[in-house]
């Protein structure tokens, strides 16, 4: 899981599985944004879930959001060898103007 | 569709060096963003900024300065590169609060 500082975590995975990760953050959030960063490319947006909703869907991604732990998930369902990326959670920072990203979930999904 | 580019795409400096990071967005959008991306250490806020001549610094601003001339642009400079550094340098644009951002592809820094 992402947390702040923490390590950045690796997971592999065949094509076709299914993956969940998860993240904590520290301070009060309004909404929590997951990104997809593929390597050599900036991060893009996947997901937005605000702190009224506790779960949002998108195609083949589900995100969660608890906002009494502090916490979310990203699930990716049947995964393609194309997910193989780095997903970063991100929560608010600056009064909201900016976002706080975390360390990272690095996922390998081999053919 | 709109597009965020960043120049350039890999920088070698020197130690003590002044290096400069440019970033064009043709979103329209009023904020932009620098962000400093580590192996492992996810993206720190370097510098912010929610429309033109603004500057607001992030976590990581110590060591650099940043310049918003006009709306479409944000250049970053490094003020004194240190030997051994390496990292990518990312900007993002927003529509502004809560929205989703779009980011540059980075530029690469290497300093020998």
């Known amino acids: 899981s992402q947390w702040g500082e923490e390590n950045l975590q690796a997971l592999s995975i065949q094509e076709g599985e299914d993956v969940t990760m998860n993240c904590s953050y520290k301070?009060?959030?309004?909404?929590v944004q997951w990104y997809r960063q593929k390597s050599g490319k900036g991060p893009a947006q996947l997901i937005l879930?605000?702190?009224?909703?506790r779960e949002k869907r998108s195609g083949r991604l589900r995100a969660t959001l608890d906002t009494s732990s502090q916490s979310s998930s990203l699930s990716i369902t049947g995964t393609l060898a194309t997910d193989t990326a780095v997903y970063f959670c991100?929560?608010?920072?600056?009064?909201?103007?900016?976002?706080?990203f975390g360390t990272g979930t690095t996922v390998s999904v081999s053919p | 569709g709109g597009i965020i580019t960043q120049t350039p795409k890999f920088l070698i400096g020197q130690e003590g060096q002044k290096l400069t990071l440019k970033c064009q967005q043709n979103?329209?959008?009023?904020?932009m963003y620098w962000y400093r991306q580590d192996s492992g250490k996810g993206l720190r806020l370097i510098y912010y900024?929610?429309?033109?001549?603004?500057?607001q610094k992030g976590d990581l601003s110590e060591g650099y300065d940043a310049s918003r001339e006009k709306k479409s642009s944000f250049s970053l400079t490094v003020t004194s590169a240190q030997k051994n550094e390496m990292a990518v340098f990312l900007c993002?644009?927003?529509?502004?609060?809560?929205?989703?951002?779009?980011f540059g592809s980075g530029t690469r820094l290497l300093v020998i």
């Open positions: 993002a644009s927003s529509i502004g609060k809560n929205s989703d951002y779009t």
């Open positions: 979103f329209n959008h009023d904020t």
């Open positions: 900024s929610i429309t033109e001549n603004d500057l």
């Open positions: 301070t009060y959030t309004t909404v």
């Open positions: 879930i605000r702190s009224n909703e």
């Open positions: 991100a929560t608010e920072s600056q009064g909201g103007r900016a976002l706080i």
